[in-house]
């Protein structure tokens, strides 16, 4: 991993390693991120991890996502990508995730809500997201390692409402547009501009997955807000396709921990398992909401 980073310093930067204040960015997960401060600037440097493929990571397909929302100005300065690895250097813009503290701060639900709109109107790309799919196969790859999926708390519960969700009309007959697809609210960088990081899962999908990642926690009055702001008008239809999202968002994080189990860097320490575990201990609850807003 140090070998590959160096070797990434050496080639875009034009550094030597040795010269350069090289520390570890702790809020990657997938990959192992670093802050790079040498004498042409600062930079993020990421060494993709191992499990892009199992995640489902075209790696092509994010290089050509990171374009297109480059160019409304969604995403920090491109320096180097590798499609083949998946490494990839930014220009570091200076600002932190979106705190949970601030989750319900009007103006940065508000910029939120613009960029989503934003990014929905861009031309579609090739792939298509389909998170009924990821979480079946995810499943499927675990057991066949060995894992004992059957054991999750809520398993077979969190099956009958995902089949309960791919079956629904509301799911079936979404329209299907330019989707970020992982734009939970630690992807977010709030600067003079808005950004919107780790394109790694963007495909055409329904833009109400976005919104259900990024305002997971959201219900009641702000719930209405933001979808006032999205949609223009709050519909009965418009609330259900939210909470299926929600729900296959939800389960999509949960599946997405299960994989990463073990695949990554020592440096990277984040519980995985315990994730996974947690996630879909949650299930129970947002299958009831499910169920009470479907029908079944």
């Given at each position: 991993m140090q070998e590959r980073l160096?070797?990434?310093?050496?080639?875009?930067l034009k550094t030597d390693p040795s010269e350069a204040e090289i520390s570890y960015v702790s809020e990657?997960?997938?990959n192992d991120n670093y802050l790079v401060r040498c004498s042409g600037g600062e930079y993020i440097v990421r060494v993709a991890g191992p499990n892009s493929r199992q995640l489902g990571i075209d790696r092509r397909n994010e290089l050509e996502a990171i374009r297109m929302v480059?160019?409304?100005?969604?995403f920090p300065e491109l320096i180097a990508f590798d499609p083949e690895s998946g490494d990839m250097?930014?220009?570091?813009?200076?600002?932190?995730?979106?705190?949970?503290?601030?989750?319900?701060?009007?103006?940065?639900?508000?910029?939120?809500i613009n960029a989503l709109k934003d990014i929905h109107r861009l031309p579609p790309v090739t792939k298509r997201f389909d998170p009924v799919a990821d979480n079946y196969e995810r499943l499927e790859t675990m057991a066949a390692k060995g894992y004992p999926v059957d054991e999750l708390p809520f398993y077979e519960g969190s099956l009958r409402a995902l089949d309960m969700a791919a079956g629904h009309e509301l799911y079936r007959n979404a329209e299907r547009v330019f989707c970020h697809n992982d734009s939970f609210r630690q992807n977010y960088l709030f600067c003079e501009r808005t950004y919107l990081l780790d394109w790694e899962y963007a495909g055409v999908g329904d833009g109400y997955f976005d919104l259900a990642c990024t305002f997971m926690g959201s219900d009641?009055?702000?719930?209405e807000s933001?979808?006032?702001?999205?949609?223009?008008?709050?519909?009965?239809?418009?609330?259900r396709r939210f909470y299926l999202n929600k729900y296959l968002a939800r389960m999509w994080c949960g599946t997405w921990a299960l994989i990463q189990i073990g695949a990554l860097s020592?440096?990277?320490?984040?519980?995985?398992?315990e994730e996974a575990k947690r996630t879909f201990a949650?299930?129970?609850?947002?299958?009831?909401?499910?169920?009470?807003?479907?029908?079944?």
């Open positions: 160096h070797d990434l310093i050496k080639t875009h990657g997960l997938t480059s160019s409304i100005g969604y250097i930014t220009r570091y813009v200076g600002c932190k995730p979106w705190p949970a503290d601030e989750s319900k701060n009007p103006e940065l639900i508000s910029r939120a009641g009055e702000l719930l933001v979808l006032s702001q999205y949609a223009g008008v709050v519909t009965r239809d418009i609330l020592e440096e990277n320490k984040y519980p995985f398992e949650s299930l129970e609850r947002q299958a009831e909401r499910l169920y009470g807003v479907l029908g079944g």
